[in-house]
């Protein structure tokens, strides 16, 4: 039976974190990720359907058959380094922000800056973060991108979590008309059901109102 395994799984291990400033670029915690011991990880990343046949990650064997090649040991930490400073690079300035769990890469994209309120197409004044975003990604072809939509509690939950999905379909599908292999998106809603912040004020509220894009790197195992 196909199964949806829940983001928040991935987020259990926090050790070595690292996230930068998302104006000043400023790292906070700085420590370089491990290169061994995160395969549970990737298999545990919120939204990606499991085989029918021995637990097999369909859209990872999808591009393990297009021949598109797997990290392993001491190389993973080193790929994600690269990638994590390219990204930390490019997105300097624009309010994105970049954090490091592990060997995972995760950017938050608040909503006032990639959405009109209540609306789901990605703002025209986003387009160029969304392409730099687009950039890395194409260079580091040797990882699954989850994308994830999040709301406040303000509305039904049922609204919400159209909401959330919808916002997350159209960042995905952005990346993808810049060339990211659709095969390595997986789109996911999650509402109101993941804040990362009290929905009880303003403020917390507009922290909960994001789109996240979580990076792993590409395993065999």
Excluded: W
């Excluded at 370089?32 to 499991?50: E, M």
């Excluded at 990650?57 to 040991?73: C, F, K, P, T, V």
């Excluded at 890395?136 to 999905?165: M, R």
Aim: aromatic share 4%; with cysteine; proline share 2%.
């Amino acid at each position: 039976m196909k199964k949806t395994i829940a983001a928040s799984a991935s987020l259990a291990i926090l050790a070595g974190c690292t996230t930068s400033n998302p104006y000043t670029g400023e790292q906070q915690i700085s420590r370089a990720a491990a290169g061994t011991g995160i395969g549970a990880g990737v298999g545990a990343l919120g939204g990606y359907l499991v085989g029918e046949v021995a637990g097999v990650d369909r859209g990872r064997a999808a591009l393990l058959g297009a021949g598109i090649g797997a990290l392993s040991g001491g190389g993973i930490g080193v790929y994600m380094d690269r990638q994590e400073a390219d990204l930390r690079a490019q997105l300097q300035g624009t309010g994105v922000s970049v954090t490091r769990v592990g060997d995972r890469i995760v950017l938050n994209m608040p909503s006032n800056i990639t959405f009109a309120t209540d609306q789901d197409q990605v703002r025209s004044e986003f387009y160029p973060t969304l392409t730099s975003v687009a950039i890395v990604l194409n260079k580091y072809d040797q990882s699954i991108v989850d994308v994830v939509g999040h709301t406040d509690n303000v509305g039904s939950a049922q609204y919400n979590f159209g909401l959330s999905q919808r916002r997350a379909s159209s960042v995905a599908g952005f990346l993808q008309n810049q060339g990211v292999n659709g095969r390595r998106l997986n789109v996911q809603g999650q509402g109101l059901s993941q804040p990362v912040a009290s929905n009880a004020t303003e403020q917390g509220r507009a922290q909960n109102r994001r789109v996240e894009i979580s990076i792993s790197p590409l395993q065999a195992g």
